[in-house]
């Protein structure tokens, strides 16, 4: 591989990295997959078992895609990514159920709520059937992490404002080795309802997308830069 | 052209339904492969469940396999046929646990896997599954909280029935800062188990033979499956 290919493979991926993470970031900037998000963020622990299982279903749906995409015909491609993501959804269900017990039992609930989750299909249509199974996976792991990151700083939130404590049952998801884990932010806290509820969620995630939108505007004030590109706006 | 266009659906269709038979192939592939799996660990799950109600050491027979089916009843707020299991020492009765379930709760069914001494005491409660609010109403959770083992030991007399109650209602039990129809809804259950218990006590140790020689088949689903040889 000459050093030119090189450079651009690794921009490549950086972009990939990127997009996902913070300019194309699903939730930031596509505003896809809020359902699963405002119903599962109320502790840090639930938000990152959600974003593991999620990063896990994206990768894997865009692979399968990605390894389809010269076969499958324009016009039946909704439907067959529909049977594909469903597929792997229950797939892993059942993989977990049967062998990861105790995590099942924990991220079980969450798994279902992957196929609401319109982050993946629009990542199969705008990515996956347009790019090769490395590039397509990379942008699975990324799109999912950036997902998970906006859990875990919506969970957190929540978890703090609610209940006065950090990776409450962190026991559950890591076995009891783990449960240092566990802070008590606010000793003799009595907690905030709202926050714990869904309203809670709504106005949490009004107040991060406030706060990124405010960051980004004085940046662009101090040097205008090339705004990400927003391929997708599709809401659900 | 308009054979062009059949032909064009054609393939479409034959490639949709071929993905479609793919995933299907996947999913039942996965599924048989995990069934026995999947029923083995539920299966450790139930007995070490039990276990942390009923101690092993106290027990000597094996207590997935010591069962008996009874039929429906309003106390317990299963569906169906309940199944109890005996923890016997040798020929001496030890305890029965069973699952019951309560739609009681704030949101969703609540369901509890409670356990009795012979003499009627409880030997222990636990939350299997719940749907509460996360940080007030999952306190009934023994991972959170171990607010469940205020149970073991009680015992339900007639004359203090009104004990069964959480304290804002006039009872002896906790409620939780902010939720109180949650744990009002799991001692009401635990209350009923245990007024099931005290009416059937002398039934719940039997065979299933002996039970249903002496009141009949718990269910006509039942009796059909024992015709078979």
Known sequence: MSEQTQSTFFFQYKQIARDGLWDNNTIFAQMLGLCPLLAVSNSVINALGLGIATTLVLILSNMSVSLIRNIVRPEIRLPVFVVIIASVVTTIELIMHAWFHELYLVLGIFIPLIVTNCAIIARAEAFASKNTIGRSAFDGLMMGLGFTLVLLILGAMREVIGVGTLFANAHIMFGDGMQWLTIEVFSDYEGFLLAILPPGAFIGLAFILATRNFYMQKRKQKKPIKQAMITEAKHC | ?229
């Open chain 2, 1 to 229: 052209m308009k054979t062009s266009l059949i032909r064009n659906m054609l393939i479409s269709a034959t490639l949709l339904a071929t993905f479609g038979g793919l995933g299907t192939a996947m999913v039942m592939t996965t599924y048989e492969m995990t069934k026995d799996q999947i029923e083995a660990s539920e299966k450790a799950v139930l007995l070490r469940n039990l276990n942390t109600i009923i101690p092993p050491e106290s027990y000597t027979n094996k207590l997935l396999e010591k069962t008996l089916l009874v039929p429906e009843a309003s106390q317990l707020g299963n569906k169906g046929e309940t199944t109890i299991y005996q923890a016997w020492q040798g020929k001496t009765p030890v305890a029965v646990a069973f699952a019951i379930t309560t739609n009681e709760g704030y949101s969703g069914e609540i369901k509890l896997l409670i356990a009795i001494k012979a003499n009627g005491h409880v030997s222990g409660v636990r939350v299997i599954s719940h749907k509460e609010t996360p940080g007030l109403g999952d306190k009934i959770d023994i991972a959170k909280n171990d607010w469940i083992l205020g149970f073991n030991n009680k015992q339900l007399v007639k004359s203090k029935t009104s004990q069964w109650k959480v304290k804002k209602d006039g009872g002896i039990f906790d409620q939780f800062t902010g939720a109180t129809i949650t744990p009002r809804a799991v001692v009401n259950a635990v209350y009923k188990a245990l007024d099931y218990f005290n009416h059937n006590h002398e039934k719940l140790f039997l065979d299933q033979e002996k039970y249903q020689q002496l009141y009949g088949p718990s269910s006509p689903l039942k009796a059909s499956m024992s015709e078979k040889p």
